[in-house]
């Protein structure tokens, strides 16, 4: 596998590689053609429905951040596509970059956390759906399609599912499309969704089959870990992995959840399992060569295989016994093949970041360190790849080195609600990692409590839960004298960051000292 390079000493040559990477503005529109319209505020949300109002059109809110890797992929093979940029005349687009001011205060009034979450409303504002970022790009202008013409909340729709009322074909597909991992609760609580998604799976039977199908695999895919699915429908299963047509409609279930169906459906190693694993690796590789997907997709497929082959694994294990060579290899060509090909900011942010976690999982922990270093100087959020270089470190028992790049990426990260969660990571890896070392765990916490006092947006959505984090970090941390000292310093500091808040904002002030008395 070549490289185009690999840093050496990234102390120096980082610094210069970053000098000349390519750069995006901070909130850059998530793509072009389309009329987005940039949302930091209420006022700004405020406008946009009264335009969608004055002008009877729906709302398309994208929530996002400039290093996520799934949002990078929605620019590179939707934002950008002509049907959607045709289509976006239809509605009034919104955009809201996490780190923009105000942004995750809007996330908390959306009930948006994950990134991309991508939702539509009627002109009224109610929310008609969320789409799913999961699916290929062809997909989800489907499910867009059918919310653009459908304008019934899907909130009714579900509700009238579950009554046992009538649902045409449309209404089942906005059903088994939805965005259920971006859901956060909105339509059903987790611990329902899994008896939820088979009771609509078998309610949708005869009024859209690939509905049904998607449905069902989803029921099955949120099973609890160990629990086992429905033998009897085993048969059905490897139906669908052998039929190629079916098996491409259902590209993202099947590739993102291979690992978890195989073991629901064969729970204990075996013949069975041997045979499905089998059946569901012949798909998947017929995945990983469908040019019509993405290569982003057809790299989940290359992953999906390798779950497969370290079925029998430990989950977080990371040196797998020996994987069959020619999967190696094909990772290594594979991946060796994107980081040379790939010129697009956006695909790069994406794939490169996919492509060197697919080598970690398949214990290619140095051509993923190396492929990492080498997209460094051509990654618009490099940050984000320090932080995996710290995790290949974590992983592999590299204390020191997996802190030198978490403390990099700290150091080098942008926006606000960004640099609390990066530094919410660096400072749960000190703690595990150096939990000896109270002045620099000290330090690291008061630079945190510092951001956070400057930034109105702190003690909500991402943000809130980065300092969160970093409270219950330091309470189980605070086992002496010498820690429980440093503790003090900062619970004096960030009493001071919550006296300062405006008084009006009754929710901030009070997540902010509600941190102050949290118990771990």
């Known amino acids: 596998m070549k490289h185009l390079f690999a840093l050496a000493a990234p102390a120096t040559a980082l610094a210069a590689a970053l000098l000349f990477a390519p750069a995006l503005p901070a909130h850059a529109a998530p793509g072009p053609g389309v009329s987005w319209q940039a949302a930091a505020a209420d006022a700004d949300i405020d406008r946009a429905f009264a335009r969608a109002a004055a002008e009877k059109k729906p709302v398309l809110l994208y929530w996002g951040a400039k290093w996520c890797p799934p949002c990078n992929q929605l620019k590179a093979t939707l934002f950008n596509r002509a049907d959607f940029i045709d289509q976006s005349k239809a509605f009034v687009a919104v955009s809201i970059d996490g780190d923009a001011p105000g942004a995750q205060k809007l996330g908390t009034r959306f009930k948006v956390r994950g990134y991309p979450t991508l939702i539509l409303f009627n002109p009224a504002g109610s929310e008609i759906t969320r789409l799913p970022g999961e699916a290929d790009a062809a997909q989800v202008m489907k499910v867009l399609q059918l919310g653009l013409s459908s304008g019934r909340p899907v909130k009714a729709v579900l509700a009238d599912a579950r009554a046992g009322k009538k649902l045409n074909a449309n209404e089942w597909r906005l059903l088994g499309f939805y965005g259920w991992e971006t859901d956060e609760q909105q339509l059903l609580p987790v611990a329902e969704r899994p008896a939820t998604l088979a009771q609509l799976a078998r309610a949708s039977e005869g009024a859209d089959a690939e509905t049904a199908t998607r449905l069902w695999l989803k029921s099955v895919g949120t099973l609890a870990e160990g629990k086992a699915a429905d033998a009897a429908q085993l048969p059905r299963l490897r139906a669908l992995l052998a039929d190629a047509a079916q098996s491409r409609a259902q590209m993202d279930v099947l590739t993102n959840e291979a690992r978890d169906l195989v ?81 697009d900011g956006y695909e790069r942010q ?49 204390k020191a080195e997996a802190l030198r790049w978490y403390e990099e990426a700290f150091n080098k990260s942008e926006g606000p609600a960004t640099r609390l969660q990066w530094g919410a990571n660096y400072l749960g890896a000190l703690v595990e990692l150096a939990p000896e070392d109270t002045a620099r765990i000290e330090k690291a916490a008061a630079q945190l409590f510092a951001e956070a006092a400057k930034d109105p947006g702190a003690f909500y959505e991402r943000s809130e ?25 900062l619970k004096s500091q960030l009493d001071g960051v919550c006296g300062q808040l405006d008084g009006s904002d009754a929710k901030a002030r009070a997540a902010c000292q509600g941190l102050l008395t949290r118990k771990g």
Do not use: C
Request: net charge positive.
């Open 350 to 398: 994406a794939v490169i970041t996919q492509a060197a976690h697919l080598l970690g999982r398949a214990g290619l922990w140095k051509d993923s360190d190396d492929l990492l270093k080498s997209a460094l100087a051509r990654s618009h959020s490099p940050y984000y790849l320090m932080s995996q270089l710290g995790g290949n470190a974590k992983k592999q028992g590299q």
């Open 263 to 343: 073991r629901a459906f064969t729970p204990t190693a075996g013949d069975a399992r041997t045979q499905l694993s089998a059946d569901f690796d012949a798909t998947l590789k017929r995945l990983n060569a469908d040019t019509s997907l993405s290569r982003a997709d057809r790299l989940s497929a290359l992953q999906g295989r390798i779950e497969l082959a370290r079925l029998d694994t430990a989950r977080d294990e990371p040196h797998p016994k020996a994987l069959p060579a020619a999967l190696l290899a094909e990772a290594r060509e594979q991946t060796a093949r994107a980081n040379r090909e790939i010129t």
């Open 465 to 489: 839960r980065s300092l969160k984090k970093v409270a219950s970090l330091l309470a189980d941390w605070n086992k002496s004298p010498a820690q429980a000292a440093a503790v003090g310093r």
